[in-house]
């Protein structure tokens, strides 16, 4: 006598098909470093660039990115930018810290306190 596997089949199926969609949901939560460690991330927009943060590739211990929320417009609401610009700091894919600009939008962090959090941070992982 033969067994008829068709309803397993079916069900390691939508298993399978469950699994792979937790895995690509989950890319979503991920900074748009990857999972390279440390990084600063610039939010901002292309009509917006006379009040882009013009000292963020002078920070240290941390990789740097700029994203312009014009062209890539799902980072908006991937990441929650209100305001631009806004700084978002990455350790992995975890949100660290976060800055963003007044209502003039002008970013009034200053260069001092990005890092000191960026120093924090690296501190924090000793």
């Not at 895995?23 to 882009?52: D, M, R, T, Y």
């Not at 890539?72 to 894919?93: E, M, Q, R, S």
């Amino acid at each position: 006598m033969k067994r008829d596997y068709t309803v397993w089949k079916l069900f390691g199926g939508y298993l399978l098909i469950i699994l792979f969609m937790l895995i690509s949901s989950s890319a979503n939560g991920q900074s748009p470093c990857g999972n390279e460690g440390l990084c600063v991330v610039q939010f901002n927009a292309g009509w917006n660039s006379s009040k882009s943060v013009d000292w963020i590739n002078e920070l240290t211990d941390c990789s740097k990115q700029e994203v312009d929320i014009a062209v890539d417009t799902k980072a908006a609401g991937i990441y929650k930018i209100v305001v631009v610009p806004t700084i978002l700091i990455f350790n992995g894919d975890e949100e660290v810290g976060r800055f963003q600009a007044n209502i003039m939008m002008e970013m009034e962090a200053t260069k001092e306190e990005v890092q000191e959090k960026i120093d924090e941070i690296i501190m924090e992982d000793f």
